[in-house]
């Protein structure tokens, strides 16, 4: 049975009306001709209702928000949009003899090539895997994730390797889940997964993806909007020969990852800042805008104070509607001082009074966070205004150079003390923090809090602490859903002189939260050996983020953390777990053909999947598309099969796709098309 496109839309979204082809069957025996099938999947919504993320307003009027002294200046637009595609399979390595060094608030410096070591590679802790810490102190004990008859938060889903050492240092790792794809993304580039771990867009350096040869690009933060099924990304720009510093923004046209993508290009000088460049910045979405904030360092030799900036860009963006946005310049603290590293806390629900909030904290101690609010037209400005608020929360201190890890001459540097992500939900903000538990570099712990912005003070906190030479660093947090009292997960790195781990990526379970610690502290990858990559100023730096994400369309909460490979090279490593105790979700992923191949025309080929967790009630059917209607073309076959014997059509096109599908009698509970087109010739 062949489907004709209903509605003229671009080829990568590969999306149908549903309404209009969906055929209204009962699920017949297996063998069934393709005559019979349901009508093709459409790309996915969000699994949960977009009125379910809409808040209710409470019964009592909330407190008023003092006003920022200063008002955002709006700008009606910046430069034209460009639309650029991700179409190449192939990663693009950089050689480690091209080692470049990101230097927050200082010019960029070219390192020597990685020491190697005579350590025996193999020497890793998947061959002989650590003891279990006991807790001492009173700290947190750390434990092996072990199998478990049946799933509880915290246990696993899956992982699998995500980018490798690129040559740049550090990686400041984030990640973002949607409803098809991974998306990891590195100080130099990204690559995209889908959710069974296979590889769907090789490493891809910014330059190629912007196509932007004269600007240095570093420091990208990406986000998975559930309101408006999209990803959002922000990356910096910069050339120090030039002084000149951009910023781009990049919006997914639709839930493929792989599909096309609109961004602009925004100028970070604005406001006078010409003698200024923008670092260590941030992004969130919700319904009403775009936001992001950052640093602003003096160039080398300008003597430029160093201030904040917030950005609030229109929600036409999504759209790829015009991208007026609005900022705010010199952001402080109520005693004058600079307010380092704003976060922008990405939104899970949206707010009743269509406000958006950012936190941050002092960069080196203290015991306050800064607790921001925006409202107002993101779009024309009207009303805009920003508020800040003070909250006491316990005392914190930067951790800096004083990591021990075994075997090393030179210890981690652990970070200053800001906020790495921050998740706001249903008038609560979550964020997390490294501290120097003792202030003396004897060990280091992660503060994690929950913020009412309402009455503007801790609801809940808890410090995971360490026991003496270890230390927690670099966390991301993810909290599942839109119920800020449903469990939240925190990824980190994890090292310890005594245990003889060196740097590793772990994560901590809050399945109590808020009333206590609850929740399993695991490792699930351990390093290898230790790290010693010193940049220009003596510092062997592990790395500014880590990435924390939510799966809308699983429930599953998701982290991708750095830890130490051989030779003084990072590596990473993707990591699904339970959010609620739910089992994997279905998902399956296209392996032949999914381009770009080249087919002969007639001849006969094997379509090949993967799939996980697939319902015995199901059956699987496989769909083409050659670039003018849809055919299905396989009868109904068992949940077990992993492939079909396929007669190539003989009509050439260079538009093929296959889509592979589970139906359950009512609906799709899972399904994949080719990441890229395939001819037959």
């Given amino acids: ?50 009125e379910l993320f809409q808040e209710d307003p409470p019964s009592f009027p909330p407190p008023e928000w003092p006003k920022h002294p200063e008002p955002p200046v709006g700008f009606p637009g910046d430069e034209p949009r460009i639309t650029r595609v991700i179409t190449l399979p192939e990663p693009e390595p950089i050689p480690a003899s091209q080692t470049r060094s990101h230097i927050q608030g200082d010019d960029e410096v070219t390192l020597e090539p990685p020491r190697l070591k005579s350590q025996d590679p193999l020497n890793r802790w998947e061959v002989s895997p650590p003891p279990v810490l006991e807790p001492e102190n009173g700290g947190d004990s750390l434990l092996l994730n072990l199998s478990k008859a049946a799933l509880t938060p915290g246990d696993h889903i899956r992982e699998f390797d995500g980018i490798e050492h690129t ?59 559930p ?6 990304m922000l990356v910096l720009a910069r050339n120090t020969n030039t002084e000149e510093s951009r910023f781009y923004v990049a919006i997914s046209q639709s839930p493929n990852a792989l599909g096309d993508w609109w961004y602009w290009s925004f100028n970070a000088e604005s406001l006078g800042d010409q003698d200024r460049w923008l670092d ?38 999504f759209s790829g509607g015009p991208a007026n946005n609005w900022v705010w310049r010199n952001l402080e603290w109520s005693d004058g001082s600079w307010a380092r590293s704003p976060e922008v806390a990405h939104a899970h629900t949206a707010a009743f009074d269509e406000a958006t909030f950012l936190v941050n904290t002092h960069q080196y101690s203290g015991s306050e966070a800064l607790l921001w609010r925006i409202v107002g037209d993101r779009h024309s400005g009207a009303g805009l205004f920003l508020s800040r608020y003070e909250v006491d929360i316990d005392d914190y201190d930067a951790l800096g150079g004083n990591v021990n890890q075994p075997g090393a001459v030179d210890d981690l540097d652990g970070g200053k003390a800001s906020v790495g992500n921050a998740i706001y939900a249903n008038r ?8 120097d538990v003792n202030d003396d570099g004897t060990r280091g712990g992660l503060r994690t809090y929950r913020v009412s912005v309402d009455t503007r003070n801790i609801l809940w906190s808890h410090l995971l602490n360490p026991g003496a030479g270890r230390y927690y660093m670099y966390p991301a947090l993810a909290l599942r859903g839109w119920s800020p009292d449903n469990n939240i997960a925190v990824f980190y790195t994890y090292t310890s002189d005594p245990e003889g781990y060196h740097p590793s990526a772990g994560y901590k379970v809050y399945d109590q939260q808020p009333a206590g610690s609850g929740g399993a502290n695991y490792l699930y990858q ?22 924390a994400s939510y799966d809308w369309q699983c429930g599953h909460l998701w982290g991708a953390i750095e830890y130490a490979g051989n030779n003084d090279e990072w590596r990473t490593r993707i990591k699904a777990i339970s959010g609620n105790g739910e089992n994997p979700c279905p998902t399956v992923g296209v392996v032949f053909p999914n381009g770009p191949d080249e087919i002969t025309i007639g001849s006969t080929h094997q379509v090949q999947w993967d799939a996980t967790q697939v319902p015995p009630n199901t059956s699987i059917v496989v769909f083409y598309d050659d ?14 099969a992993r492939s079909f014997t396929w007669e190539v059509p003989k009509e050439r096109t260079n538009n093929g796709r296959i889509s592979v599908a589970a139906w359950d009698g009512e609906r799709f509970v899972m399904w994949d098309w080719s990441d890229f087109e395939f001819s037959i010739r």
Avoid at 227 to 232: G, L, P, S, T, V
Avoid at 528 to 540: A, H, T, V
Avoid at 627 to 640: D, K, M, N, Q
């Fill in 280 to 317: 260590f910045a941030s992004i969130g979405a919700d319904p009403y805008g775009v936001y992001v904030t950052g640093n602003m360092y003096g160039w080398s030799g300008s003597g430029a104070s160093s201030l904040s900036k917030l950005w609030a860009i229109s929600p036409q963006v």
């Fill in 428 to 435: 609560s903000v979550f964020f997390s923090l490294s501290t």
């Fill in 227 to 232: 309101f408006h099924n999209k990803f959002a």
């Fill in 627 to 640: 670039g003018r209607s849809v055919e299905a073309i396989s009868p109904f076959l068992p949940p077990t």
């Fill in 526 to 547: 351990m390093g290898w050996d230790e790290y010693e990559n010193l940049d220009s100023k003596g510092r062997n730096r592990w790395g500014d983020y880590s990435g």
């Fill in 1 to 50: 049975m062949k489907y004709k496109r209903m509605i003229p839309t671009p080829k990568s979204l590969h999306t149908w009306t549903a309404a209009a082809l969906l055929v209204s069957l009962t699920l017949p025996a297996f063998g069934q001709g393709p005559a019979d099938v349901p009508s093709p999947p459409a790309d996915p919504a969000p699994t949960v209702a977009p």
């Fill in 167 to 225: 040559g740049w240092i550090p990686p400041d790792t984030v990640m973002a889940v949607g409803s098809q794809h991974v998306v990891e993304a590195v100080n130099s580039g990204l690559a995209v997964y889908n959710k069974l771990g296979t590889e769907a867009q090789g490493y891809r350096s910014f330059d190629s993806f912007f196509g932007s040869p004269n600007l240095t690009l570093f420091d990208p933060k990406i986000v998975w909007s």
